[in-house]
């Protein structure tokens, strides 16, 4: 009797999970959104998104190395001891930011179609990891000693591209593609998005000015100001976002 009542259970949540699913099957799917829309956004938050990883990355690299040579066993019963606590609560910011965004991007490729949206993920992909290729940060410029290692130059910066950027844009395609996202998912997601985007404008500004440091401008001309870059960066991201929640409610398959 006992294996009959578990085969019996295993054969009722078989067919309740095809039930599930050819309920999902059966949902409406939305129109996708032309190619000529999504092509621009993908590019420019792709490079906006691989500037501000490797800043944000330089940032930690030189914060905790800074830490961990200036550290001393006396210090553990310091106020000293918690500085570290200031430097990774603001990666964690940092980094929050980053994958909430890469969200984002990822919605919006796998709302270009189901014939495309692995291009536009290949596209996004490419410009977040070799958008910093001909260029620098302030932080190198301004401290190039701590980045004598290939560790720290090269190896952290695209490890931190792969975990925050890639691996959500990705999962996000995939979750959207196969309509698992749910509505509050998308709210949420947007939501961290905006916040950050206005917390962090300054930080993203700067790792947008490509290295303009007061000592080189003044030899080479004027220097955008940061918080002015940072200011549309936010504008960017916060619309990128928005209009993610407004596709969503729109959409007839959105639960």
């Known amino acids: 009797m006992r294996v009959f009542a578990i085969l019996r259970g295993s054969v009722v949540n078989s067919v309740a999970s095809e039930q599930r699913a050819g309920r999902r099957r059966e949902l409406p799917r939305s129109p996708a959104w032309p190619a000529r829309v999504v092509c621009p956004l993908v590019v420019v938050v792709g490079l906006v998104l691989g500037h501000g990883a490797r800043w944000f990355a330089d940032g930690l690299a030189v914060n905790a190395q800074l830490y961990f040579h200036a550290f001393r066993i006396d210090y553990v019963h310091s106020p000293w001891v918690l500085a570290p606590l200031r430097f990774l609560s603001g990666a964690v910011l940092q980094y929050s930011a980053l994958a909430s965004w890469s969200c984002a991007c990822g919605y919006w490729c796998a709302r270009a179609g189901s014939r495309t949206n692995n291009a536009w993920m290949a596209a996004f992909s490419l410009c977040a990891l070799l958008g910093t290729v001909l260029t ?36 996000a395609t995939r979750v959207v593609r196969n309509q698992f996202a749910t509505l509050v998912a998308i709210v949420l997601v947007a939501a961290i998005g905006i916040v950050l985007a206005w917390i962090l404008a300054n930080d993203v500004g700067h790792a947008l000015t490509f ?31 928005g209009l993610m929640v407004w596709d969503a409610v729109r959409r007839p398959c959105a639960r």
């Not at 918080?227 to 549309?232: A, E, I, K, Q």
């Open 136 to 171: 620098t940060t302030s932080v190198r410029l301004a401290q190039p000693w701590f980045f004598e290692s290939a560790a720290i130059a090269v190896i952290h910066p695209v490890v931190v591209k792969l975990l925050f950027i890639l691996a959500p844009a990705w999962i």
């Open 211 to 241: 290295g303009c440091v007061i000592e080189i401008s003044a030899r080479s001309g004027p220097c955008v100001p940061g918080d002015l870059v940072g200011t549309g960066a936010a504008l960017v991201l916060t619309t990128l976002s």
